[in-house]
């Protein structure tokens, strides 16, 4: 470490840099495109993502901390108040804030709700009208023009996480608007979640790829066993519903359903872990998980710190 230190440029810049948004805006899309390496799930339904989620990017230049946070929205559940908290925890040691908007549902995604989010507590404000691949290109001038009267950011950019579209671009004035100071975390670190917690998102995701409608948002997944066996990690997951009724969509026909998120869980979680992987998952009821804090802890959305 302290070689790291004698090695990093005087000009050396760190610091955390939140991405703020309406849900489905491409929050996590964009995460994972400026880390470089895929840590968020991703689908197409908005309230994805529900921690916040670290990504280190280090550099000969800088050390950059991006944070994912779920998307900004009122609270209907006490999970959604626990997703809120999150995105407050977030702010408060950020340096900067990146707003993401959506420039294919520019309504929606900068509404006023939004835009004062955005303004919170005088953070620095880089803001990235993203999915510009969806619309026009005049449609991008007026939106960035709608933008900038509004909210004058420090920077907007015209990006699209899908494409790669003013990605460079948007990293290096990400890096610029970081204070000067030395790495936080060692250069060989990406993430500070342990890996049970990317394991339970991963089949998350495939529950939200392949159910339909409201049954995603009622399910939790956790880890209960991960061995690195040879030649297989063996990996032990319940898959947790507030209802007898979900239990009985998740394992479908015969099982045909929990045996294809397990398919395609499993595919994403070998490649993650670089390791093949014996998934065995299970269905399990916590009535109404979504409003007690002590089920809310135990599935680890209560008390998750930010960073
Ligand atoms: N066409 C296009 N689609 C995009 C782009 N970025 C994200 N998407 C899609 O938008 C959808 C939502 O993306 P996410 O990254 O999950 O959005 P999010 O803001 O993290 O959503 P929450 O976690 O629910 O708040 C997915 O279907 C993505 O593939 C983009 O630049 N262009
Ligand atoms: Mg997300």
Redesign the pocket.
């Given at each position: 470490m302290a070689d790291d230190l004698l090695s990093q440029p005087a000009d050396h810049r760190s610091g955390h840099i939140v991405?703020v948004?309406?849900?489905?805006?491409?929050?996590?899309?964009?995460?994972?495109v400026l880390v470089g390496e895929r840590l968020?799930?991703?689908?197409?339904?908005?309230?994805?993502?529900?921690n916040n989620i670290l990504g280190i990017l280090t550099t000969s230049r800088s050390q950059m901390l991006f944070l994912?946070?779920?998307?900004?929205?009122d609270p209907r559940y006490r999970l959604h108040e626990l997703m809120h908290h999150q995105i407050q925890a977030g702010l408060k040691s950020a340096d900067v804030l990146l707003g993401?908007v959506?420039a294919?549902d520019f309504k929606r995604t900068f509404d006023e709700d939004t835009q004062k989010a955005f303004q919170k507590s005088g953070i620095p404000l880089i803001l990235a009208l993203?999915?510009?691949?969806?619309v026009t290109p005049d449609e991008v001038k007026h939106y960035k023009t709608v933008v900038e009267q509004s909210l004058n950011p420090q920077t907007i950019l015209a990006?699209?996480?899908?494409?790669g579209?003013q990605i460079p671009e948007l990293l290096t004035t990400l890096e610029q608007a970081l204070p000067l100071g030395p790495q936080f975390y060692p250069e060989d670190m990406l993430a500070d979640q342990p890996e049970r917690f990317f394991v339970a998102e991963l089949i998350r995701e495939a529950i939200f790829t392949q159910l339909r409608q409201e049954v995603p948002y009622a399910i939790a997944v956790k880890v209960e066993e991960f061995r690195e066996n040879r030649p297989k990690t063996y990996i032990f997951a319940n898959i947790i519903v507030e209802k007898n009724s979900q239990k009985g969509i998740v394992i479908g026909k015969g099982g045909k359903m929990l045996k294809n998120i397990g398919k395609n869980a499993r595919k994403n979680i070998e490649e993650f872990l670089e390791s093949p992987v014996y998934l065995d998952l299970h269905v399990k009821v916590y009535e109404n998980w979504r409003k007690k804090d002590a089920l809310l802890q135990n599935l680890g959305y209560l008390a998750s710190k930010p960073y």
């Open positions: 991405i948004g309406k849900p489905n805006a491409g929050k996590s899309t964009l995460f994972n968020a799930i991703i689908s197409p339904k908005p309230q994805t993502t529900r994912d946070t779920p998307g900004l929205l993401i959506d294919s993203n999915k510009t691949d969806l990006v699209s996480a899908i494409e579209t």
